[in-house]
């Protein structure tokens, strides 16, 4: 395998998956983003988990480039709303809403809610796609989640493209998501660890 394919058309999360999968690039293995495929379809994600949607994403990608594609899917957990919005973070209110929209629908959610009722979990699952090696279709995926809960207000520089980190204040510090060190962040970034658990299987994989 010389070549990968990120499937994401998010900038930030392709500069996410880039760092997390470094390793990857000192083995020799090229990450490629959609952009530099000229990829701009994308499929429709009809999972009802996050493994089912990362799987579907990966496969159609690769099945458009003929690549090993890593693709994720994640979002926000707030058991006191049955868990959602889940798989429909994204589309929580019924369409693709934009950041502000999203912190403002998941605020109105909670209002007049308190105490553990606010816990939440942001969460991930990455899936490897390989096809046909060396006889049959290769799937991994790894999943992590990182505790917390959602807070009052928004954080005062909510970072682009992740627009619930702006409500989550993560437990183990204190402090909203947007707001951790580069130090703080590395260590309970719930998409580097399950990143870092993929690189160590795909490399086992290649090197059989």
Known sequence: MKKLLLAT??????????????????????LLSLNDVRVEKEPEETGQTFQE?????????????????IADDGGLIIPYLD??????????????????????????????????????????????????????DQVIFEQEKVKGHIAEKPSWRPTNGYPFRALFIVDEFGKYYDELTDEEHDKINHRYRALKKLTKKIINLIRL
């Open 53 to 69: 949607n990362s799987e579907l994403k990966a496969r159609f990608y690769s099945k458009l480039t003929s690549l090993p594609t």
């Open 83 to 136: 868990n959602g919005p889940g798989v429909r973070s994204r589309r929580w209110p019924g369409y693709e809403a934009t950041d502000q929209e999203l912190i403002d629908y998941t605020l109105f959610h909670l209002r007049g809610v308190s105490g553990p009722k606010r816990t939440a979990y942001l969460e991930t699952c990455v899936c490897f796609y390989m096809p046909g090696h060396p006889k049959r």
């Open 9 to 30: 058309h998010n900038p930030a999360k392709l500069e996410e998956l880039k760092f997390g999968l470094k390793e990857l690039e000192n083995q020799g293995i090229k």
